[in-house]
């Protein structure tokens, strides 16, 4: 049975046991739970890149900081579909729109998102967006245009993440999945670590995760590639250890979840990753791009799960294929919310100091 009271005394006794007894103990929980064969690979598809006004410390994306990447405006349903095609020739299951938008608006550009959702739909695909904050009836419109799973990251413990953002709340996070919770779209949830937070803070965020009841069906598990330019720019990288353990934590604690490496994969050895899959990971993001940081080429990953017997998981087989209803026949209009999603304003030096950085190089 999957509980909802773990603490934190008892998440970190699990991270800190000796290494072979954790991927055991871990090891024990997936084959319970998964076909310990069966990879889920995800697309990650960047429809609106850049231009953010969050100050999220880890993010290229946000416009105060100074970074390469290249922004754009967001995507034409037509672009999304070929990429879809793409995805869905080379394997994945599933497609996950990403705008870095605070939140979502009602209006023209959400509409187009929508008409996204239900074209990739039809191409028999899981759907997932990542849009930032979203009230219930943009949670309703999104379940009834055939979106499969939203994925809104609590990146780390709520203490820790006033170190990092501050341009929203913790609250306003869990809020936002919440209002996901009430439609028929799955949550997908988790973090990163690597940016400079404690242990403490590692099973802070487990403890938020795991005691969602129920807990989200897939939770992403980053690891920080710190972008120049950005306030974490001088971050170590996490070793294929950590990594391995708050993989196997993860496990442990949400059985049912898929839990996904995602960012730093390229830092991460096969071996390493062999590893993360026998601890419990079972899926992955596919493609070269994972939003604006690298990612392994989907050719070598194919290469990898030939080498370890892994097959990719076909689309539904945890849950059916939501039904997708017209725009015209949609229950939920829009209904033109302004919420006021938070914004604590509290001063975090180093993204403070990042801005000012960018300001000197323009
Ligand atoms: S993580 Fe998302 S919300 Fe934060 S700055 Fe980047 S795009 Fe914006």
């Given at each position: 049975m999957t509980r909802n009271d773990w603490t934190k005394e008892e998440i970190l006794d699990i991270y800190n046991k000796p290494l072979m007894e954790l991927l055991y103990d871990a090891a024990t929980v997936h084959r319970k739970h998964h076909d310990p064969n069966k990879v889920q690979v995800s697309t990650l598809l960047s429809i609106k890149t850049g231009g953010c006004p969050e100050d999220c410390g880890y993010c290229p994306q946000a416009a105060r900081y100074h970074t390469d990447i290249e922004g754009n405006d967001l995507m034409s349903v037509s672009q999304v579909k070929a990429q879809a095609l793409r995805a869905k020739a080379s394997g994945s299951s599933r497609v996950c729109m990403g705008a870095a938008w605070r939140n979502v608006k009602d209006g023209e550009e959400f509409d187009n998102v929508l008409e996204m959702v239900r074209t990739i739909n039809k191409l028999d695909m899981e759907v997932c967006c990542t849009l930032g904050m979203v009230t219930e009836n943009q949670a309703q419109r999104l379940a009834e245009a055939g979106l499969y799973a939203y994925n809104h990251n609590l990146d780390s413990s709520e203490e820790y993440y006033k170190e990092v953002i501050s341009t929203r709340g913790y609250q306003d996070r869990l809020d936002t999945i919440g209002n996901v919770r009430k439609s028929n779209v799955t949550v997908c949830s988790g973090g990163i670590i690597g940016m400079g937070e404690s242990l403490d803070d590692r099973a802070g965020m487990l403890v938020a995760l795991a005691t969602l009841n129920p807990q989200p069906e897939s939770t992403p598990i980053n690891a920080l590639v710190p972008v120049e330019g950005t306030p974490l720019e001088e971050q170590q990288k996490v070793s294929i250890w950590e990594m391995l353990r708050m993989v196997a934590t993860t496990r442990i604690v949400m059985p049912e979840t898929q839990v996904r490496l995602s960012a730093g994969r390229t830092d991460m050895s096969r071996e390493g990753q062999a590893m993360c899959f026998f601890a419990g990971a079972n899926s992955i993001f596919a493609g070269d791009k994972l939003l604006t940081t690298p990612n392994p080429d989907v050719n070598e990953d194919m290469e990898m799960f030939k080498l370890l017997g892994l097959e990719p998981q076909k689309p539904f087989e945890k849950k059916s294929q939501p039904q997708s209803v017209s725009a015209e026949e949609s229950q939920y209009q829009p209904l033109g919310e302004k919420p006021k999603w938070?914004?604590?304003?509290?001063?975090?030096e180093r993204n403070v100091e990042a801005k000012q950085k960018a300001k000197t190089k323009i």
């Open positions: 938070s914004r604590p304003g509290h001063t975090i």
